[in-house]
């Protein structure tokens, strides 16, 4: 199976990894396999080629989702908010006044294994050509953020310009013909709130079954990495069949968000099953970005203000990770892999859900002015969604620079 010196082949299931190196005089073969605790089926077969040295601590398993947070202020930031070009005032909570910034310097340490630093020169070389696509809501534009500044290091020539065409915002590695775009569709079908800048709309609606008008837009790219959840949370939410101010339309308000959200991810996956070019496209999903404005149930607060220490508690979950919801988006993906598309699920809630200090709190650019009554109690507009930058979602795309620089 592994026959050129350089070439490594690795199993993903998706809880539990095993890594047998083989060592020779000039053949290293490296087999990891993660499975699933619950025995199922998320299987990706990925192939390493890039010639690496062997990675310390490579032991015979290793579960990239679970471990713990270590603070290394040697390692990490791995790039400075004041000093990346692309850094948004959503996250730069440096630069909106955040004097603690121990938050910036915590490293990601799976339980059995290291996470390899960010090399942005040799994550270009791979994506050199190519088309990568972060496709749903803000906090995906956070990560497509992060990635831009891990990189930045590495395009010194580069115009650090963003493109916007609709609800497509790219940069244009010019060095590499790479793109690496974020796309703005907080429910990935159609709905209401698409506009990327105005999605102020309070009744939220989607046309559940529709998808085509936003996925012809990222068809072709070569790497997708998909995200949404939190727009899901709303009570009630309107589902539209028919078209926006069509007079046959039909609307119903609905509450069942675990319902809503698995009829729009069943959308998704048709439209992925039958459109996506298997050679050449790889798939990603992140898993929902926990929040912090309640700890492990709703009698205990654990409200991101003021917070300036990660959870150390092991197996932490906070009452605002919603299972339930990861379990349809789970089940979603395990259907179409049986159905032979395979989405790589990043299983990154409970390692986020460490990190209550990792919020932006009340040091970023708000987008409504603050008022005097407000500012009495900070909690009242701290922002306990997002992340500050450097942060969670720089570790976020450690891990798919994992995947793909192995693909
Ligand atoms: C994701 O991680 C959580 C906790 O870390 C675990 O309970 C769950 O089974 C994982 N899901 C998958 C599909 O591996
Ligand atoms: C951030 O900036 C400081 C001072 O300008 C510098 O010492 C440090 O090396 C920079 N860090 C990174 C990751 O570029
Ligand atoms: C980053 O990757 C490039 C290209 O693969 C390599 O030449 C360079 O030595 C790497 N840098 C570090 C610090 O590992
Ligand atoms: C750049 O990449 C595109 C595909 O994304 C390809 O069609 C084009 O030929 C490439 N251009 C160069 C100069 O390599
Ligand atoms: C799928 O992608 C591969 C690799 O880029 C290409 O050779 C092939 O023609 C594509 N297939 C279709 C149906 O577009
Ligand atoms: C809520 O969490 C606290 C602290 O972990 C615990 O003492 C308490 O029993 C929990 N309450 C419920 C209803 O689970
Ligand atoms: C926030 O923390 C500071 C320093 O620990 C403390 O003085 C202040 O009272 C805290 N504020 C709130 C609202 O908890
Ligand atoms: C382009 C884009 O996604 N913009 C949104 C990013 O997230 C913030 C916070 O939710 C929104 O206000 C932006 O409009």
């Known amino acids: 199976m592994v026959s050129s010196a350089s070439a490594r082949k690795i199993k993903f299931k998706s809880q539990y990894l095993e890594c047998f190196c083989l060592i020779g005089l000039v053949i290293t073969a490296c087999y990891l396999t993660i499975y699933n605790r619950q025995g199922s089926t998320l299987i990706k077969t990925i192939t390493f080629e890039e ?35 692309f850094m948004s005032d959503e996250y730069a909570c ?4 955040r004097k603690d910034l121990k938050y910036q310097k915590w490293r990601w340490q799976p ?20 088309k990568l696509v972060f496709v749903g809501d803000s906090l995906n534009r956070s990560q497509w953020v992060s990635l831009l500044c891990l990189i930045e290091s590495s395009i010194a020539s580069s115009s650090k310009s963003i493109i916007r065409n609709g609800n497509f915002f790219y940069f244009r590695a010019m060095e590499y013909n790479a793109t690496i ?57 309107t589902l539209l069949w028919g078209s926006f101010g069509s007079s046959d339309a039909i609307y119903k308000r609905v509450k069942m968000r675990h319902r809503r959200y698995e009829m729009a991810l069943n959308t998704w996956s048709d439209w992925l099953e039958i459109n996506i070019n298997r050679t050449r496209t790889k798939l990603f999903f992140m ?18 203000y003021n917070e300036t220490e990660p959870i150390l508690k092991k197996e932490y979950w906070g009452a605002d990770a919603d299972r339930g919801m990861m379990h349809v988006a789970e089940s979603t993906i395990r259907k179409l892999e049986s159905r032979g598309l395979k989405v790589q699920y990043l299983n990154i809630t409970q390692l986020s859900d460490y ?8 040091y ?44």
Not at 94 to 97: A, C, F, I, N, Q
């Open 94 to 97: 440096e630069k909106y006044g």
């Open 51 to 85: 010639n690496q040295t062997p990675r310390k601590n490579s032991t015979p398993s290793c579960n990239l989702f679970s471990g713990k947070w270590v603070y290394d202020d040697k390692s990490h930031p791995q790039y400075n908010d004041t000093q990346c070009s």
């Open 181 to 237: 775009g974020f796309y703005w569709s907080p429910f990935l079908v159609e709905s209401n709130n698409d506009d990327p800048i105005l999605h102020r709309e309070r009744d939220r609606t989607v046309r559940i079954h529709s998808i085509e008008k936003h996925a012809r837009q990222w068809n072709d790219a070569d790497i997708l990495i998909f995200d949404s959840f939190v727009w899901w949370t709303d009570p009630t939410m």
């Open 355 to 362: 990190r209550k200090d990792g919020h932006p709190s009340i």
């Open 287 to 304: 898993s929902l970005s926990p929040y912090h404005y309640w700890g492990e149930n709703y009698s205990v607060e654990q409200h991101c």
């Open 364 to 407: 970023r650019k708000h987008d409504q002015p603050i008022t005097e009554e407000q500012l009495k109690d900070p909690k009242s507009y701290s922002d306990c969604l997002h992340w500050c930058l450097p942060g969670v979602p720089d570790i976020w795309n450690q891990i798919i620079y994992l995947y793909i620089l192995n693909s």
């Open 111 to 130: 339980r059995d294994c290291d996470l390899p630093r960010f090399n942005g020169t040799a994550f270009l070389e791979k994506i050199r050509g190519k």
